[in-house]
């Protein structure tokens, strides 16, 4: 339970690193969002439009918190997954992209339109495939990765050798 915990959160605060570095980078390129008022944003999934124009820095810091806590737990989801299905590490290169991808769309069609800020319009054209592209070659290779790393390489064929 211990290696899944310390490849959850290894997992989890990088690919959260990677997809908070992309959004920042991102947001500042397309609508000259600042750092802070994105961390905002982040919080406001969860205390409403209000704290995006008016929440301070502590606000911020809570966006910061959110945002690693739910990469943290998307971690944990893939490793408590590899634990029952090994093959998920053995080829983490392949699981890793393909994970990614799950956890765009779940972030996209189920916890923003159910969070308090309740979105609905998703991202089209270049941006959608910035943020596709940011968790297939990003976040989910840095969640598989670090649970091949730290829970080992996962189930590996035996090679029998006929008796003499």
Known sequence: MKTILRAALAGGFSGGAIDLAYAMIASYFISHMMPDALLRVIAGGLFGRAIIADGGLGYAALGAVLHFGIAVIMAL???????????????????????????????????????????????????????????????????????????????QPTTARAPM
């Open 77 to 155: 989801a893939f490793c408590g997954a590899s634990s029952f299905v090994p093959i998920l590490l053995r080829f983490w290169f392949v699981s890793g992209p393909l994970y990614g991808a799950v956890l765009y769309l779940t972030m996209n069609y189920v916890v923003l339109p159910l969070s308090a800020l309740a979105v609905t319009k998703h991202p089209e054209g270049w941006r959608m495939a910035g943020e596709l592209v940011s968790h297939m070659a990003g976040v989910g290779p840095a969640i598989a990765l670090s649970a091949r790393l730290i829970m080992g390489r996962g189930w």
